[in-house]
């Protein structure tokens, strides 16, 4: 009887840990061949970036060091380059595979391109099997099907609390077994993605670096820093900065959830479960309603008012030119860090699109290059909650978005990131 053989497709889920694929393939197959391919889709060189520098920064690192968990359970991580649609055929037609599982995505791109590699490998009658691992609550737990998501987050948050219940992690495999793997590939680097190595300015309060085992120690250093927190800081005012762990999967929302659990007494309003709730809402209206999401109307059919001189009041906005010395600090973050916190973003959206009067969909598409936490269901369903053309923020007690008085009461955050350059 011959062996079986199931290829693991890693994309936004690049952890061992509570990794159900990878699992599942080591008790389903005979071997595993692990796979991450770097897409030229995302690192385009016509001179238009979907992922800046600081993104792929944290990329790089986060598969280097899932390369090395695997490697810990005897196993390795096969590193390919190329489109997936063509790349993934290709291996597995050389080791033989059965077989694929990969975690399905929610936004148009990505399922596009799985559904091209579906297609490709159905060619060859092998199975393309979708596994959901990227939210909190798995979509057969909600108390209502994806058509009927409530649009409110208030009812959604209620009804979720209320009627569905947060399943146990995934156990991580023991072992690992690869086939004899002629040529596992190297990790690349920025150059050869097309980008330059990002310069990290001195400013800069936190540094973020990817990949598994930081992820773990970002979130046992929050739950100490809520322990040891003496400033008098609320609670509810502190913030994880996970974003960027969760956005790649190195770290997953039930484990963040189950560590809540074992940590504190109450979960409801609980400042990392708001945080995940959210990312789990716009996962799912993304479901709901698809492209919709993408284009300048939303789901409302309407667009927001648009300005004349739309290139010149952008070009401000994005390099942190505007004359508000408040937005123009947080852009200037942005830039020099590839981040800044949610209630900025907020601050610097809002006055985008309803003071500037600007398209909100450039603003999304610059965050999307930006952002080290980018994800397109958290980005995108942001924006066009701001923009109105989304879920309705009136509806929303927890869309407030900030004055520059209240974010910034001493105005030490934009005197340092309106200040003279400076970098490590």
């Known amino acids: ?153 208030n009812t959604f948050k209620k009804k979720v609390e209320r009627d569905s219940n947060v399943r146990p992690c995934i156990a ?8 004899d793997i002629t040529d596992a590939g190297e990790l690349p680097t920025l150059e050869q993605l097309g980008l330059t190595q990002p310069v990290h300015d001195m400013r800069a309060t936190y540094t973020f670096k990817g990949g598994e085992t930081v992820a773990w120690q970002q979130l046992n250093q929050f739950f100490t820093g809520q322990r040891l927190n003496s400033t008098g800081k609320s609670r509810n005012q502190a913030s994880s900065k996970l974003s960027p762990w969760l956005a790649l999967g190195c770290v997953s929302p039930r484990q963040v959830y189950w560590e809540v ?14 945080e995940l709730l959210w990312r789990d809402y716009f996962r799912f209206m993304f479901k709901k309603y698809s ?75 610059w965050f999307e290059e930006k952002l080290i936490d980018y994800s397109p269901a958290s980005n995108w369903g942001n924006w066009a909650y701001i923009a109105g053309v989304g879920n309705d923020p009136r509806e929303n007690r927890y869309f407030n978005p900030k004055t520059p008085a209240e974010l910034d009461p001493k105005g030490e955050y934009t005197k340092l990131w309106l200040a003279g350059e400076k970098v490590a």
């Open 1 to 153: 009887m011959s062996e079986r053989t199931i290829l693991v497709w890693f994309r936004n889920d690049l952890r061992v840990q509570d990794n159900e694929i990878l699992l599942e393939a080591t008790r389903k197959a005979d071997k595993v061949l692990p796979v991450y391919c770097f897409d030229p889709h995302y690192f385009p060189t016509d001179g238009r970036m979907k992922t800046g520098n600081f993104r792929a920064e944290f990329l790089l690192e986060s598969v280097a060091d899932l390369r090395q968990s695997l490697r810990n359970l005897g196993g390795e991580l096969l590193i390919a380059h190329g489109n997936p649609v063509e790349v993934l055929p290709q291996l597995a037609q050389q080791y033989g595979v059965n077989e694929v599982y990969h975690h399905r995505e929610v936004a148009f791109e990505e399922t596009n391109i799985s559904e091209e590699v579906e297609a490709a490998l159905w060619k060859m009658q092998i199975n393309l099997k979708h596994f959901i691992g990227h939210t909190l609550y798995h979509k057969e737990d909600l108390p209502f099907p994806i058509k009927d998501i409530p649009d409110s987050f």
């Open 291 to 365: 492209r919709k999401f993408f284009d300048p109307e939303g789901f409302k059919n309407a667009a927001p008012e648009l300005a004349q001189n739309q290139d010149e009041l952008f070009e401000q906005w994005k390099t942190g030119h505007t004359g508000v010395p408040f937005i123009d600090a947080s852009m200037h973050e942005l830039d020099a860090t590839g981040f800044m916190n949610n209630a900025s973003r907020q601050t610097v959206s809002y006055y985008l699109v309803k003071t500037l009067k600007v398209d909100w969909t450039r603003g999304a598409q």
């Open 261 to 274: 659990v074992k940590h504190e007494q109450e979960t409801n309003n609980h400042p990392l479960m708001l």
């Open 172 to 179: 991580t495999p023991e072992n690992i077994i690869t086939p």
